[in-house]
């Protein structure tokens, strides 16, 4: 095992890599381990030729094995693992000093430390999402992430975004080669027999050059190699499309649509979405993209579960009396759209007794203190009025579950339609009363009349001053961020917030603390800041004894608090120096990466 | 010894119905070559109590056996009412038992020296070829077959490959190439000749590592056996390779694969007779090609195992030619699935 690969970009289980071999290859990338001057080579199988290449360093060898199909027998699979690993001929490859990969079975796999790992028998993966699914996650699961992973004999253009979501970092083109000499034609939406086409949706040479008629009347060496070429290229032409949505930070947006051209992709999407903590240890805490949930598979995204998890679990609402539950709006944050500015209009001077909670597909709820706070401000769905039962069930579900959580004297909705519905058999289930304000449109004079008469005379109960309010700002991000109490430890009582909203910054006797970043809704620390955080027990990261520039890359790395995920604020200790910044990798990932940036060091001090 | 559990466990699942006593399994008239001339082979499968190994992963002749063990009677029965069934003047003998001719719990002394004795006498019989493994072989038991049968022998082996490894990995048959080439050496002092029988594509190999696997071992068997006849992978009930191919772990060998191991056999090996049978050929369950051109090819590999000219095979073209031969390059990268139906 060597050093030989680094993980650059990171988007869920999805990466673009680096292999540092003879010039580098960047990943995800479509190799050809039949020619002996690749990369990868494969030194054949035990029971036909083998051949280890005498030149190994600049190579990754897949070592002689004997690989089995998808439903060989357990015992079998075993037997011949065991034979190959007791073969006296394959003893000296320890000696090779070339760095290896092993083939693996898809079900019953054996994983002793390799370079490279390739998924056996990977074909038959094919319709069959659920061993497509468990398989990769095995192998992800229980080998370092610096590990690669081909995926051999599977990808087609309409399946290999998918096969890079679930984390391969190398594919190869066999099956569009092959589909060439079949007279399929290969596109991202799926394969057409030759003969039954008009015309080449696709700008490459071969397809610029015939019309389907023409390419069908050449002799078939010639028409096949064609069809392959085009088959190829629309493999590479997909993958570079796939990598820009890598760095972009959209491929689950891009998986979500691509996996709709056949069923077991779409079945993957979902088995995957179940696989919630394989996905969510890998998932960045923001991205700069908008997520859009356009599907009914986005309500089950890591970024959706993981907000209402921690609404949950981390968030810690203000002592005040009287909920008022607010529809969402498309315009983010909801404070400043109209209809906002609206409601908020009509609380009028009661907004200091109010606490304001927005009903929302498909977030479930966000706490007005969280509205910046990703991806509560970062999402756009299709609006029409229409919620399906998913939709209403996951959201109904949030709002039982936070009610039951949180208690308030009064519940105000001032909600409509199927945020009212949904409200109402909140109150069935959990036997809390609303006061509905809603007559004809929330945004009707009368409506917001209601609104107004509803918070009227609650200036007898508890209040929250507009410093207060900025104050708890930054609290619950801290919170949201670090943990339930870190919040409480991050913001002093003299603590005070200056700048215009959103630009927030949190100051203690002139010394600046933390900024909200208005872009994700989170906080990043000043050296202060992390500071009065560090005795808190989350989110921090060990180093040596070294002191680091603007980097601190993952050998550097002693200890990192496994709840760490890619764009995490975390906190920096080490013997000689004391800093904040911001994880570049899970903290799982920085503890067993051998390359790679581990934290974006922002600020530091030296310490001792 | 997994696979031995696992063919076991499948064998013990069938359920065999019982065929009639006093008939053979089957009978036959094909052809074959004896001195360079065509000549009628007549072939007889028995129904013995079958293989006493009975442990390979593609073999389901066990279920044409007995499920009684056949007396000395019983068996001459079948071997009447074979021998009634033949309708040339001159043929060469051919017996199979689904198991050992030589071996006595299948066939007793007494009766196969019977056998051999009537063979002897008759006219027609230019010669005998007998299948058995080869631990049967031995200078006592061919001693028995010569003492009786002065014409023409010929002991005819499964060695199935050269390779040990694919033998024991992939095809379980329990004996090595060594087993093989004594039992060959015992025979030929005893004037015997030898056949080998191999078997193109068993299961797990590639398309491509099947080929080399036969390319090799047609070079490594010539020496000791005159004639070496291919079997090309076929789907038997109730077999390991059976239940591989309804769960799509594997295809039978294709046609053009046969094609091109019996050019390259016949062109480094001129004296050995090479053949081979396409059984099934054609259909999902026996080697294939597209469907299209399965037909002419299955035929010219029948003509190519009569005349030994590879020329029957220059003229032969099938745009499917142009995929198997992708399939063979590229099959070995997915390590384990076939690439295409």
Redesign the interface.
């Known amino acids: 095992m060597t050093n030989i690969f680094e993980v650059t970009h990171r988007d869920a289980a999805a990466r673009i890599g680096k292999l540092s071999l003879d010039g580098g290859l960047s990943t995800p990338a479509i190799i050809q381990?039949?020619k002996k001057d690749g990369f990868i080579v494969?030194s054949?199988?035990?029971?036909?030729?083998t051949a280890i290449p005498e030149k190994t360093q600049e190579k990754i060898i897949i070592l002689p094995?004997?690989?089995?199909?998808?439903?060989?027998?357990e015992?079998?699979v075993?037997?011949?693992a065991d034979?190959v690993s007791s073969d006296e001929t394959l003893l000296n490859t320890d000696e090779l000093e070339a760095h290896t990969g092993l083939?693996v079975?898809p079900l019953y796999q054996q994983l002793p430390e390799s370079d490279l790992y390739?998924?056996?028998?990977?074909?038959?993966l094919e319709n069959n999402p659920r061993a497509f699914v468990d398989s990769i996650i095995n192998i992800r699961e229980n080998t370092k992430s610096g590990s690669i992973l081909y995926v051999?004999?599977l990808s087609k253009p309409e399946n290999l975004a998918m096969i890079v979501y679930i984390g391969a970092d190398l594919v190869?083109d066999?099956?569009p080669?092959?589909k060439g000499?079949?007279d399929i034609y290969l596109t991202t939406s799926g394969e057409f027999h030759l003969d039954r086409m008009h015309e080449f949706p696709c700008p490459c040479d071969v397809c610029s050059a015939a019309v389907p008629e023409k390419l069908l009347k050449l002799p078939?060496?010639q028409r096949?190699e064609l069809l392959s070429r085009h088959n190829s290229f629309a493999l590479s032409s997909e993958l570079s499309a796939v990598r820009e949505q890598v760095r972009a930070g959209s491929l689950r947006e891009y998986v979500e649509r691509q996996c709709r051209t056949r069923p077991w992709l779409t079945a993957v999407l979902r088995l995957l979405d179940s696989e919630y903590s394989f996905i969510e240890k890998r998932t960045p805490v923001f991205r700069s993209a908008t997520l859009y949930a356009n599907t009914s598979e986005s309500m089950n995204r890591v970024e959706i579960k993981r907000f209402a998890e921690r609404v949950l679990e981390r968030y810690t609402p203000p002592d005040l009396d009287t909920l008022v539950l607010l529809p969402c709006s498309a315009k983010k944050p909801y404070s400043v759209s109209l209809s906002h500015q609206k409601f908020i209009n009509a609380l009028g001077k009661y907004r200091k007794f109010v606490h304001e909670v927005i009903i929302t597909s498909p977030m479930g709820i966000v706490p007005r203190e969280l509205e910046l706070m990703y991806p509560a401000a970062h999402y756009d769905t299709p609006v029409t009025g229409d919620w399906d039962a998913e939709e209403r069930a996951w959201v109904g579900g949030c709002l039982k579950s936070y009610l039951q959580k949180n208690k308030y004297t009064n519940i105000i909705a001032h909600v409509e339609g199927a945020y009212r519905e949904i409200c109402e058999s909140v109150e069935e289930e959990t036997g809390i009363g609303f006061v509905y304000t809603v007559d004809d449109g929330v945004l009707a004079r009368t409506s917001l009349n209601n609104l107004k008469d509803a918070v009227f005379g609650l200036d007898n109960g508890k209040k929250r001053s507009g410093d207060e309010t900025k104050l708890d700002i930054m609290r619950v991000a801290a919170d949201y961020q670090f943990g339930k109490g870190a919040g409480r430890m991050l913001v002093p009582g003299d603590g005070i917030v200056r700048a215009p909203y959103p630009k927030y910054q949190l100051f203690s006797e002139k010394k600046q603390l933390a900024t909200l970043i208005p872009q994700y809704g989170t906080l990043a620390l000043t050296i202060e800041g992390g500071m009065m955080l560090r005795d808190w027990q989350g989110y921090s990261v060990t180093i040596g004894d070294f002191i680091p520039r603007s980097t601190i890359l993952a050998p550097g790395v002693i200890e990192a608090d496994p709840q760490i995920r890619p764009n995490d604020e975390v906190i920096v200790k080490g013997d000689k120096i004391f800093g904040v910044g911001r994880a570049a990798m899970s903290g799982w990932e920085m503890k067993e990466s051998a390359r790679g940036v581990a934290v974006e060091l922002r600020h530091s001090k030296k310490i001792g | 010894m997994s696979l031995t559990t696992v063919v076991r466990e499948i064998r013990g699942r069938q359920k065999v119905s019982s065929s009639p006593t006093g008939r053979p399994t089957a009978v036959w008239t094909g052809k074959d070559v004896l001195d360079l001339e065509e000549i009628p082979a007549f072939t007889i499968i028995f129904q013995t109590s079958g293989c006493r190994w009975n442990n390979c992963t593609m073999c389901g002749y066990v279920y044409d056996s007995a499920q009684t063990p056949q007396s000395h009677d019983d068996l001459m029965k079948q071997f009447e009412y074979a021998m009634s069934q033949c309708r040339d003047d001159e043929i060469i003998v051919k017996i199979f038992t689904s198991g050992s001719f030589l071996d006595d719990s299948e066939i007793s002394s007494k009766t196969r020296i019977e056998m051999l004795t009537r063979l002897d006498a008759d006219e027609r019989v230019k010669k005998v070829i007998a299948e058995t493994r080869p631990e049967y072989v031995t200078p006592d038991k061919l001693s028995e077959c010569t003492t009786v049968f002065g014409k023409p022998f010929e002991v005819a082996m499964g060695l199935e490959t050269s390779s040990d490894m694919i033998r024991k990995d992939c095809i379980n048959k329990g004996f090595t190439f060594s087993d093989f080439t004594s039992s060959s050496d015992i025979a030929k002092k005893k004037g015997i000749s030898t056949k080998a029988y191999l078997l193109l594509k068993p299961p797990f190999l590639s398309e491509g590592t099947a080929i080399y696997d036969m390319v090799n071992s047609i070079n490594e068997t010539a020496p000791y056996a005159g004639t070496i006849s291919m079997n090309l992978c076929n789907i038997q009930r109730g077999t390991l390779v059976d239940e591989m191919f309804e769960r799509r772990d594997y295809r039978p060998p294709w046609l053009w694969s046969a094609v091109y191991v019996l050019e390259k056999g016949k062109a480094s090996n001129p004296d050995t007779i090479i053949l081979s049978d396409p059984v099934g050929a054609g259909s999902k369950r026996g080697p294939h090609n597209c469907g299209k051109c399965d037909k002419d090819v299955a035929e010219a590999i029948r003509i190519f195992s009569v005349t030994q000219d590879t020329g029957v095979f220059s003229n032969l073209y099938c745009e499917c030619k142009e995929l198997w031969e992708k399939v063979v390059e590229l099959e070995e990268f997915a390590y384990g699935s076939y690439l295409v139906k």
């Open positions: 381990p039949w494969d054949g199988s035990l029971w036909g030729k094995h004997k690989s089995a199909p998808l439903h060989t027998r015992e079998i075993k037997g011949l034979s083939v079975h390739v998924l056996g028998a990977a074909k038959q051999p004999s190869d066999t099956l080669v092959i000499y079949q078939k060496k096949a």
